[in-house]
């Protein structure tokens, strides 16, 4: 089994779902000796399989596969439709129709049979912690678990459930809070803190991400505990990564100097690049994935219309130090 100690570059090439993540980007943060992930998130098990293919064409390096873990969530329907009467002279505007507010387990059981085959050498897991049963069933193949964690609580969890690792999620992180609990406040405590917090209630290695996207911050991390850092922003420009447009676009523009955590686009607290969407839909309620599906096309549509006012683009706090180069040099570069 994959002990994180081994990585040549201790720095984890983030899951990142929506479209940056791609076999690419992952083959080459493993090759250059860091960990490269897949982001099954939003995507078939069947896509997520070619992904795996895809991957393994291009190298022969450890990998990880990264899975939702959503939880039933009953959102309050009267609050759900209120807010999407909110949306849809925006919609209206951008020729799109808004989904419908419907919950799903993102593919979960054909995702876990994917991975129990094919055994990536990590799978790590966000928005909640699956059942022992899960994590024995990996770890009898070989394969080692790492659950994202955002509270020193949700840590004891994890180990208690036998979780082999986890990943630490600071709030300075891009993308979706791993936070467990959908109605909970995302907690603010840095992540140094948090580690800290971690570290101190329970003994198992720790990935820790959130605002680290320098060969100094990967050290300040290993110095507080962590056995690697999970570094997602810091590639969003890279050559390999599948950001779009708008989001690349956006990263670079002195207009989108602040980020902000929202629940606005998808009912799941959330960080990136604050834009005129947020700033007008900053009372949207928790209902994730039912909000999810009810903005998706309507941020397609943003896309397509190349408008980053209503577009999502998630980013963290360090998004101004995100360099257009290969990932194999920005791993490199990750280095401490
Ligand atoms: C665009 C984007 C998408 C993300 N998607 C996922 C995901 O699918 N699964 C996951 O566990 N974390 C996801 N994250 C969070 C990262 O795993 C990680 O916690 C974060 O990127 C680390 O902080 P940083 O962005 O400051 O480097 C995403 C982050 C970003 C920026």
Not at 86 to 104: F, K, N, S, V
Not at 119 to 128: A, C, K, L, N, Y
Not at 195 to 218: F, K, M, N, R, W
Not at 271 to 281: D, K
Request: include cysteine; charged fraction near 20%; hydrophobic fraction near 45%.
């Amino acid at each position: 089994m994959l002990d994180l100690r081994d990585l040549d570059i201790p720095v984890l090439g983030a899951p990142m779902a929506g479209g940056p993540s791609t076999p690419a980007l992952a083959a080459a943060v493993s090759e250059a000796g860091g960990l490269g992930f897949l982001a099954a998130g939003y995507r078939t098990a069947r896509q997520v399989a070619d992904d795996i293919e895809a991957l393994r064409a291009a190298t022969s390096a450890p990998y990880g596969v990264n899975l939702f873990v959503v939880g039933r969530y009953e959102p309050d329907a009267a609050a759900i439709d209120a807010y999407c009467r909110t949306l849809r002279a925006e919609a209206d505007r951008l020729g799109a129709e808004l989904g419908p507010p419907r919950w799903d387990d993102d593919d979960w059981e054909a995702k876990l049979d994917l991975v129990l085959d094919a055994r990536p050498d990590v799978v790590s897991f966000t928005f909640g912690c699956p059942s022992a049963e899960v994590l024995r069933r990996l770890a009898e193949v070989g394969v080692l678990t790492a659950v994202t964690v955002t509270t020193a609580q949700e840590a004891r969890v994890a180990a208690d459930r036998g979780a082999a690792s986890l990943a630490v999620q600071g709030p300075e992180a891009g993308g979706h809070r791993g936070t467990w609990d959908l109605d909970a406040d995302p907690d603010p405590a840095p992540l140094l803190d948090l580690l800290a917090a971690v570290t101190d209630a329970v003994d198992l290695p720790v990935a820790a991400g959130g605002g680290v996207a320098s060969a100094a911050e990967v050290s300040s991390v290993l110095d507080r505990g962590a056995v690697a850092a999970q570094v997602g922003t810091a590639y969003l420009l890279a050559d390999e990564a599948g950001t779009n447009p708008v989001h690349r676009a956006a990263l670079t523009d002195p207009a989108f100097a602040a980020t902000r955590v929202t629940r606005a686009y998808t009912g799941r607290w959330a960080h990136g690049l604050a834009n005129r969407f947020m700033a007008e839909h900053a009372e949207a309620p928790a209902g994730y994935p039912q909000l999810h599906h009810v903005t998706s096309p309507l941020r397609r549509a943003a896309v397509a219309a190349g408008d980053p006012q209503v577009a999502h683009m998630w980013a963290g706090t360090r998004h101004a130090d995100a360099r257009p180069l290969p990932a194999a040099e920005i791993t490199r570069l990750l280095a401490p």
